[in-house]
């Protein structure tokens, strides 16, 4: 009968309707929206930043707390980097002219938008990012203010590390353009299985089983510090006594560093990281992207895993 079949369809659309909505809800989480206006209610403290690399800091920390409430109050997969896609996209259109000095809403909108990019992946810049920036060339102040998104690594690293070879650390040069605001980068790892890779300098790939080859190592820590001998101090603090006479040692063989692209994966959140680990989400990864350029350009790219696609480090 006619009602039957108008029943039917409208039941039909009824479902489809509920299908669209959760599929919508798995791909825009409830904690979207709040934690994006709880980052815009504090953008103002972004505005202490002296420098580059303070404004960087200041930033990533400013998501880390987000990050931190959300692994601490929801069980559901996180899905942070679609999160900060939605956070830039906010911010983007939240911007303005940034001549606008007068306000601090629409100054500390600018000052964001920029220590968003410099923890962004190298190819973050969207096009109405690419666009606003490209407008606004020549009109920042301060004016180190356009450089913190275009950190560099400086090809620079040093190495630490344990006896049995379960903790290790890289300690990477970075700079901003003009070698303004120079520092480094520790990455703190706990390795998987010393007793075939990190230990033997990783430099018989084919000797490496395939369950390794995947997670090699795990970085539970990273930070930027003024130099060499502060990271040495913060790294041998964090692993503990095994670590008391451990020296850094200049990384001269990139095959070394070959796992570090894969223990960083910001689509990867087991819900157990520390608030440290949590404020270098984005930007340790970011850090990673800058050392494997300046690697590639120097003609000493990283070399890939067993089992694992090169193109999977740009190389």
Known sequence: ???????????????????????????????????????????????????????????????????????????????????????????????????????????????????????????????????????????????WLPLTCRVQATGDIQRL?????????????????????????LFDLAVTNPNEGLQQGISNFTAWPDQYAAEPAELLRADAFDTVEAATQAWRASVGPAATNSQPTALTDPSDLAFLPYCCDPTAVPGTESRNRLDNWFRAARRIEELIITLRRRGTPLPPLPGLHPELIGI
């Not at 509920?18 to 989480?29: F, L, S």
């Not at 979207?32 to 960087?56: G, Y």
């Not at 911010?91 to 000095?101: M, T």
């Not at 379960?166 to 980068?185: L, N, S």
């Open 1 to 143: 009968m006619p009602t039957s079949r108008t029943r039917k369809s409208k039941r039909r659309a009824k479902i489809a309707a509920r299908a669209r909505r959760r599929e919508r809800a798995a791909a825009y989480p409830s904690w979207f929206d709040p934690s994006i206006r709880n980052v815009l209610r504090q953008r103002r403290t972004l505005l202490f930043a002296k420098r580059p690399r303070e404004l960087e800091q200041a930033t990533a920390a400013l998501l880390g707390e987000q990050l931190h409430r959300v692994c601490n109050t929801h069980t559901a997969a996180p899905h942070f980097d679609s999160w900060f896609t939605e956070l830039v996209t906010t911010v983007v259109a939240c911007a303005s002219d940034p001549a606008a000095q007068t306000d601090p809403d629409q100054q500390s909108t600018w000052w964001l938008l920029h220590g968003l990019l410099a923890i962004a992946p190298v190819g973050f810049l969207i096009d109405p990012v690419q666009d606003l920036l490209d407008a606004t060339t020549g009109h920042c102040e301060p004016p």
């Open 161 to 185: 590390s344990i006896t049995d070879g379960t903790r290790t650390g890289f300690i990477a040069g970075y700079e901003y353009p003009g070698g303004a605001d120079r520092h480094v980068y």
